[in-house]
């Protein structure tokens, strides 16, 4: 199976800060990649697809990178709608099997 | 736009089965595009995937799920259904039915249900 490790589990900040949350596989996932953010008492919702593609909708201050084992969510300028935690969530191997990380809380500093 | 809401009831005994459901609006079930996902999540706890069912019938589980799960889909009624047989405490959560977007390899859940909170107890 494969694992998503996410760092940190949480994480202080500020308004108009840049962060950045990581996410590792277990094993090369190419870049199936996707991130959700989840806010108290929702649905997650879809960020990013493919490690980099912005879900249509969603502010360009967030994006995505990485491929193989390493990947990064940045949000550029964090607002105050943007506390909230996020996951990673691989989607490697036919048919796909799904992993999610153990998310990031973000929180205002 | 798609829309889905789960239903089932809110409170089942220990080892008991667990049925949900989840009805779809605004799209199609019989549609070879996308898969049909359910996810939980415990209170307090990380997202985990269940299983996922295509329109045909075909069926993936989670591996530690396996043994207690059975997926359907009732394209009729654009609907698809879980049941987790011998629930226990450590079956209770927030369970989520989600579309799983397909774009070659890549698939992604979007968009989900609402969810339902499960309790497990006698």
């Known amino acids: 199976d494969i694992q998503m490790t996410q760092s940190p589990s949480s994480l202080s900040a500020s308004v108009g800060d840049r962060v950045t949350i990581t996410c590792r596989a277990s094993q090369s996932i190419s870049n199936y990649l996707n991130w959700y953010q989840q806010k108290p008492g929702k649905a997650p919702k879809l960020l990013i697809y493919a490690a980099s593609t912005l879900q249509s909708g969603v502010p360009s201050r967030f994006s995505g990178s990485g491929s193989g084992t390493h990947f990064t969510l940045t949000i550029s300028s964090l607002q105050p709608e943007d506390f909230a935690t996020y996951y990673c969530q691989q989607s490697y191997s036919t048919p796909p099997l799904f992993t999610f990380g153990q998310g990031t809380k973000l929180e205002i500093k | 736009q798609v829309q889905l809401q789960e239903s089932g009831p809110g409170l089942v005994k220990p080892s008991q089965t667990l049925s949900l459901t989840c009805t779809v609006s605004?799209?199609?079930?019989?549609?070879?595009?996308?898969?049909w996902s359910w996810i939980r999540q415990p209170p307090g706890k990380a997202l985990e995937w269940i299983g996922y069912?295509?329109?045909?019938?075909?069926?993936y589980y989670s591996p530690s799920l396996k043994t207690r799960l059975t997926l359907s889909v009732d394209t009729s009624k654009n609907q698809f259904s879980l049941k987790l047989s011998s629930m226990t405490a450590a079956d209770a959560a927030v369970y989520y039915c989600?579309?799983?977007?397909?774009?070659?390899?890549?698939?992604?859940?979007?968009?989900w249900g609402q969810g339902t909170l499960v309790t497990v107890s006698s």
């Open positions: 069912i295509y329109y045909s019938g075909a069926a």
């Open positions: 989600a579309r799983v977007a397909r774009a070659g390899h890549y698939n992604w859940f979007d968009p």
């Open positions: 605004g799209g199609s079930v019989n549609s070879g595009d996308y898969f």
